[in-house]
């Protein structure tokens, strides 16, 4: 069974480019704005890091399974593709699907990127302006730990998912200046919050356990950040202009629930584009991460006021409509929680080792 490699995710090695529409938009008034607001940028200010040196990089990984995933997670365990394979072609695709979820989380931390500069420039109010500011160099951070592990390793990298893909352009291309909030910290920082939790929550490997829950992080901000612009303007809107951002939220939803499941992998292993999508969405671990998706997303879409009767009847007929009563806040606070107690246990042992180096150089005179 021969493997492509991925060395490239640019089929043709350009960049892609997305025609931006809007206006930039300064505003003159620097008198202090919401204090919510205003207190998050502040947090935002007081929680940035250095990736280079709170991730311990020298952590080794399992080169075969470098996340840690069981092979029950896998879409292909059970079935008689997963029969027919010898243990290198398992521990291979263990490798592939590991370079696939860390390449989906890299480009959409790169989209993030450019939505929080897009907001920079775009949305009106200055404090705004201010924590959009501070997301940027969040989301830069972030794209800069997830090359670093795939190059470091994994050493393979694939193309962006096109659904994924998609939603970027769609959130990138309006106009209007509300979209990327929209796009991005609700739709897209759920997904990833979802897709980091669950791995988070599954694999045995120190080093991307500890790069997940630092991210995570991060992203609760900035979803808190989405939640208080998007409230605060959303109770503005006409019925009309309401409908319209509630069908782009559906759309997207359906997008992310049907299409994000890694069949480009399945693929790389010789399983048809059928017998694919049937493997994925049997997997167990792909409802998983749908609950956890929308325990992300459908609160925070309640939250925001996005909840015609349309929008309602599309979370039924997907099964997640009582997620609206979901404590996103809860959630958000355990996501903070987790990334202090690795800290709190990490800088333990190394006190701890300090500690015992001192006592044997004392000793050994």
């Known amino acids: 069974m021969t493997?492509?490699?991925?060395?490239?995710?640019?089929?043709?090695?350009?960049?892609?480019?997305?025609?931006?529409?809007?206006?930039?938009?300064?505003?003159?008034?620097?008198?202090?704005?919401?204090?919510?607001?205003?207190?998050?940028?502040?947090?935002?200010?007081?929680?940035?890091?250095?990736?280079?040196?709170?991730?311990?990089w020298d952590l080794e990984t399992d080169p075969d399974n470098p996340l840690g995933i069981?092979?029950?997670?896998?879409?292909?365990?059970g079935s008689r593709y997963w029969d027919r394979m010898s243990a290198a072609d398992r521990r291979s695709l263990h490798?592939?699907?590991?370079?696939?979820?860390?390449?989906?989380?890299?480009h959409g931390e790169q989209g993030a990127l450019v939505c929080a500069a897009r907001i920079v420039e775009t949305v009106p109010d200055l404090d705004a302006k201010f924590y959009?500011?501070?997301?940027?160099?969040?989301?830069?951070?972030?794209?800069?730990?997830?090359?670093?592990?795939?190059?470091?390793?994994?050493?393979?990298?694939?193309?962006?998912?096109?659904?994924?893909?998609s939603l970027l352009d769609d959130t990138l291309r309006d106009s209007r200046w509300d979209m990327p909030y929209l796009g991005m910290q609700v739709l897209i920082e759920g997904l990833a919050l979802a897709a980091f939790g669950l791995l988070r929550d599954v694999t045995d490997e120190p080093l991307p356990k500890q790069i997940l829950a630092y991210v995570m992080q991060d992203e609760a901000r900035h979803v808190a950040f989405g939640r208080m612009a998007l409230r605060d303007h959303y109770r503005q809107l006409t019925d009309a202009e309401r409908?319209?951002?509630?069908?782009?939220?559906?759309?997207?939803?359906?997008?992310?629930?049907?299409?994000?499941?890694g069949e480009e992998v399945l693929a790389d292993f010789g399983v048809p584009a059928a017998e694919a999508?049937?493997?994925?969405?049997?997997?167990?671990?792909?409802?998983?991460?749908?609950?956890?998706?929308?325990?992300?997303?459908?609160?925070?879409?309640?939250?925001?006021g996005l909840w015609g009767e349309r929008l309602q009847q599309a979370y039924v007929d997907m099964g997640v409509f009582e997620l609206g009563?979901?404590?996103?806040d809860?959630?958000?606070?355990?996501?903070?929680?987790?990334?202090?107690?690795?800290?709190?246990?990490?800088?333990?042992?190394?006190?701890?080792?300090?500690?015992?180096?001192?006592?044997?150089?004392?000793?050994?005179?």
Not at 70 to 77: I, M, T
Not at 243 to 261: A, H, K, P, Q, T
Not at 325 to 328: C, E, F, I, R, S
């Open 95 to 106: 490798h592939h699907y590991a370079a696939w979820q860390f390449s989906q989380f890299l």
């Open 243 to 261: 409908r319209e951002r509630e069908e782009f939220v559906i759309e997207g939803c359906l997008l992310m629930r049907d299409r994000l499941r």
């Open 132 to 165: 959009s500011a501070t997301q940027a160099m969040d989301e830069a951070r972030h794209v800069e730990i997830y090359s670093r592990f795939l190059r470091e390793k994994i050493g393979m990298q694939y193309p962006v998912n096109p659904s994924l893909q």
């Open 3 to 56: 493997m492509p490699h991925h060395p490239d995710p640019r089929p043709d090695g350009t960049t892609w480019e997305v025609p931006a529409t809007g206006a930039a938009r300064f505003s003159w008034d620097y008198d202090d704005g919401r204090e919510r607001l205003l207190a998050l940028y502040q947090k935002g200010k007081d929680k940035q890091w250095d990736a280079v040196t709170r991730i311990d």
């Open 277 to 304: 999508a049937e493997l994925s969405e049997q997997s167990e671990y792909l409802q998983v991460f749908r609950r956890l998706l929308f325990s992300r997303i459908v609160p925070c879409v309640k939250d925001i």
């Open 330 to 365: 809860l959630l958000m606070t355990q996501d903070e929680e987790i990334a202090e107690q690795l800290d709190a246990r990490r800088f333990a042992r190394e006190e701890a080792a300090r500690t015992a180096e001192v006592a044997e150089t004392i000793a050994n005179g």
């Open 325 to 328: 009563d979901a404590n996103l």
């Open 70 to 77: 069981p092979d029950a997670n896998l879409p292909l365990y």
